[in-house]
């Protein structure tokens, strides 16, 4: 593209007189506006004050030379490229070379030549305005990054309020992540339910940068609501899949790991969709338990094709769960080697103390690669004695005024409803409307979720408990619970709950009854109370968490109540 | 004999190029050599004698002073290797040379002024 002729302000600096004077013509000739210096110090004092665009230049002048003018003007000018044309008669090279670390741009030898000279004034005009246009668009990058920083910073700043409702500061979670792991598309989120189980979330979206991010803040809301309200993971799931797939492109998704660790039951429910394997550490035997990725990310198949089921397996008190992202075992070193599952084992067989296993991660990472990533995310879980966590009170918004005090309620729940359709959080959400309840609220939703499964698995499912005595059992426990559920056409759970005032507080009774062959109640009634065994644990814990609890009708239905005092 | 001493092309490109100050950059030349062979004349060291030369040689290169500039081109060289002996003799040469051009000079920045004024009256 030919630019328009602009004319340019050149300085003309030399010391014979008619030189001076026939090189000012042949520039005016051009159409340019000239300025004339006598000598060097004349030059820096004119470049100073009028900021010419070019300068010519005469390398031997009295005063200060052209070599030590040139510095000085280019040192003023800084970032601005102002052409500086040597004027000389000099034909060594090394005095051109002179010229040429001062600063000079080209050279112009006497006798003048005005063809030549037009030609050169116009191609240094050319690098001029090149320059002038680098510096203008490196400084409009500049601007454009230092205003994605700041959008960024919001974003996240944004995004920490939501993600740091959560419980990720816990005694019994570590993790590791670099502060914009938003924006590697990781995500680190934990929360209690209302029964004192902890959910976690590792999850890592396709993409980078702000549209890795965008996903991350409704996932991270289905996440949290639904963990409040008492939701179990595969409801969660599917809510998060549903989403994601409604709002995310098509070639975008989530890999994701969801864990539910229940400190009561002392086991952890994982889902893996498309994340590397997470480990069960089990701390007695020392094993580490692969939890591989048994389904695709969230966000990819439809809510009809999609499958949450879990795997349940369970877990001795300082036993722990470890998930990381793929930026730890897809680490490449200059080679283009992958990290790889195996060398991460290495890291797992030689580390001696658990506090220090992140750091040797890093550390092999780093050298591997030689350098650090900012994508790695790690997390690990343990599992504390259930007393040693207190999972924070619910905030509730209401005043109170219309709290219902005397009432009672019934649900059937039939086999279509059984197999897809969890009654808890909103049957806690009802008791919960009664205020002298809240302050037992966890209780409440551990018993209520404990008579349920119950009825369910062992009533309507026909399942033996029995089962669940030792770790290989408890996991063929569940996945035979898949089974019959998927082959569930009879059968139900029914609930009455009854609500009745006594004096200033009042009593909340709840009775479970189930479709199925009951059980030997004097037998297990007669059993100790004992929370550790893994089978029959339901009844000790609904015993111990309980006022009153009592079955009736050969163990087909279970009955317990829970009281409250006056308000403060 | 003109042409060993003195460019008329260079003369011609200059009248084009510097129009109505043509006889004034002519008599600026002319100033500024009397100048510069006086600073030659007194220069005592070899640095100082380079520099003078390299002026002069560049100036008379412009002004089409052929044997003018080769002298002082050859002085700068022998200033520069510090070859001073008979150095006095080439500044006299360089006087002469000029003594020589400077009235053709003057001739022609008259008849410039003639011929503007001729043109100016019609």
């Known amino acids: ?568 | 004999m003109a042409d060993t001493h003195l460019d008329h092309n260079v003369l011609s490109a200059l009248q084009e190029v510097m129009e109505d100050e043509y006889p004034a950059l002519l008599d600026t030349f002319i100033v500024d050599s009397e100048e510069r062979l006086r600073l030659l004349r007194k220069s005592d060291d070899a640095a100082q004698l380079m520099n003078a030369a390299h002026s002069f040689k560049g100036s008379s290169s412009n002004m089409g002073a052929i044997r003018l500039a080769e002298l002082c081109h050859e002085l700068e060289q022998r200033a520069k290797q510090r070859s001073l002996s008979g150095i006095e003799q080439l500044v006299g040469e360089i006087d002469g040379e000029f003594a020589l051009v400077r009235p053709l000079y003057e001739a022609e920045r008259l008849r410039s002024l003639a011929l503007h004024a001729t043109a100016r009256r019609f």
Not at chain 1, 221 to 235: D, I, W
Not at chain 1, 425 to 451: D, K, T
Request: aromatic letters at 8%.
């Open chain 1, 1 to 568: 593209m030919q630019a328009p002729f602009e004319p340019l302000t050149i300085l003309i600096a030399e010391d014979s007189a008619a030189d001076r004077m026939l090189l000012s013509s042949i520039v005016r000739r051009q159409g340019h506006q000239v300025l004339t210096a006598c000598n060097g110090a004349e030059a820096v004092e004119a470049f100073r004050q009028q900021a010419p665009q070019l300068v010519l230049m005469d390398a031997m002048m009295p005063v200060m030379d052209g070599f030590e003018a040139a510095r000085q003007i280019k040192a003023l000018a800084g970032e601005t490229l102002v052409p500086i044309i040597f004027l000389t008669s000099l034909t060594e090279s090394e005095a051109l070379a002179r010229c040429l670390e001062a600063g000079g741009d080209d050279f112009l030898a006497k006798p003048y030549n005005q063809v030549i000279l037009g030609a050169k004034i116009k191609a240094m005009d050319r690098l001029r305005r090149l320059q002038a246009t680098v510096l203008e668009q490196r400084d409009l990058i500049a601007r454009h990054h230092e205003y994605l920083l700041n959008e960024q910073r919001v974003a996240k700043a944004v995004f920490d309020k939501v993600a740091h409702s959560g419980c990720l500061n816990a005694p019994n979670i570590r993790y590791l992540q670099s502060p914009y792991a938003l924006f590697n598309g990781d995500l680190l989120l934990a929360a209690f339910t209302p029964a004192g189980d902890m959910h976690v979330l590792l999850g890592d979206f396709t993409g980078h940068g702000l549209p890795a991010a965008v996903g991350a803040m409704p996932l991270a809301e289905v996440f949290y609501g639904m963990t409040a309200k008492g939701y179990g993971l595969s409801e969660t799931l599917r809510e998060m899949n549903a989403k994601l797939k409604r709002i995310l492109p098509v070639d975008m998704f989530c890999c994701a790991t969801l864990l539910c660790l229940s400190f009561q039951r002392r086991s952890v429910e994982v889902w893996n969709g498309g994340m590397p394997d997470g480990y069960l550490h089990c701390v007695a035997s020392g094993v580490r338990t692969p939890l591989p990725a048994r389904h695709l990310p969230l966000g990819v198949l439809s809510p009809q094709t999609f499958d949450d089921r879990t795997d349940v397996l369970t877990m001795a008190v300082g036993d722990r769960v470890f998930l990381l992202s793929d930026g730890v075992i897809d680490t490449c070193d200059a080679n283009e080697q992958l990290f790889g599952v195996e060398r991460l084992q290495q890291v797992f067989a030689a580390n001696h103390q658990p506090a220090t296993l992140f750091e040797e991660i890093e550390q092999a990472l780093r050298d591997f690669r030689g350098e650090a990533r900012d994508d790695v995310s790690m997390v690990e879980v343990s599992l504390l004695e259930a007393a040693k966590l207190t999972p924070p009170a619910l905030v509730y918004s209401d005043s109170g005024q219309s709290c219902p005090l005397d009432w009672s309620v019934s649900f059937e729940f039939r086999a279509a409803t059984l197999k897809r359709f969890n009654p808890l959080p909103y049957m806690l959400q009802l008791l919960l409307e009664v205020h002298g309840l809240r302050a037992q609220s966890g209780a409440l939703y551990s018993v209520l979720a404990e008579l349920y499964s119950n009825a369910l698995e062992h009533g309507v499912l026909g399942l033996d408990s029995s089962l669940k005595r030792d770790a290989s059992g408890f996991a063929r426990y569940y996945q035979e619970r898949n089974v019959r559920l998927d082959a569930l056409h009879d059968g139900y759970v029914r609930v009455h709950m009854q609500v009745v005032p006594k004096g200033e507080g009042g009593c909340l009774a709840i009775e479970v009854t189930d479709s199925g062959q009951g059980f030997d109640v004097t037998r297990v009634m007669e059993r100790p109370l004992d929370g550790v065994r893994l089978s029959g644990r339901g009844v000790s814990l609904i015993r111990q968490l309980s006022r009153s609890a009592s079955w009736s009708d050969d163990g087909r239905t279970a009955r317990v109540e829970f009281y409250w005092e006056a308000l403060a």
